[in-house]
């Protein structure tokens, strides 16, 4: 878990906290986590206002979101399950796979999130989704743009996620080998 004084500092950053960053958990730090929680988790039990390994990860991924991105919200990357599942964050987000789609968004544009982090639970109700997915492990998502909108589009897109920091692997639906990704491309990184 973050220190107290870390876990301040994110809050104010994000403009959930105002007081001093002083490790003392008092009354604007609780209600920081509470607001915090309020923002993001779906399910009502999750908004407790204590600071625990889930309200720790959504701040760390709140935090790397507005710090490594421009443009990009927090909700773009939340599990599908919905909140059925998890608190919708239940891992934090690569800054590496962060830094490389804030390149993609500023090299074509309006870039959507179609499946962002996944818990393993809604990974494994998902027809063609690998048990190893890295989507579990913050590292990988699916995203869709104008240039994803045909297969040399994708290509594209493809070659250019090649070239970034950290690659790992990519794919898209050629000739209907992955259908079920539609006009998505899948990047990931190591």
Known sequence: L???????????????YDGKIDGIVGPKTKTAYKS??????TRK?????????NTDMLLRNAYNVKKY?????????????????????PVVISTQLLKNLQD???KYGATTVTSGVRCATHNSKLVGSSPTSRHKSGK??????????????RKKIMAYWKTLKGYHYTY???????PNMGTAVHIDVK
Not at 5 to 16: A, I, M, N, P, T
Not at 36 to 41: E, G, I, R, Y
Not at 46 to 53: A, E, H, Q, S, V
Not at 69 to 87: A, D, R
């Open 45 to 53: 039990a999750d908004i407790d206002g204590l600071y625990g390994k």
């Open 104 to 106: 993609v968004r500023d």
């Open 36 to 41: 915090l929680q309020k923002a993001f988790f």
């Open 69 to 89: 991105t421009k443009n990009f919200e927090l909700k773009e990357f939340k599990c599908g399950c919905g909140g059925k599942y998890c608190t919708g964050y």
């Open 140 to 153: 990988a998502v699916d995203i869709i743009n104008s240039t994803s909108k045909t297969l040399a589009g």
């Open 172 to 178: 898209c639906n050629n000739n209907g080998n992955y």
């Open 2 to 16: 973050l220190t107290k004084k870390k876990r301040q500092e994110y809050l104010k950053y994000l403009g959930f």
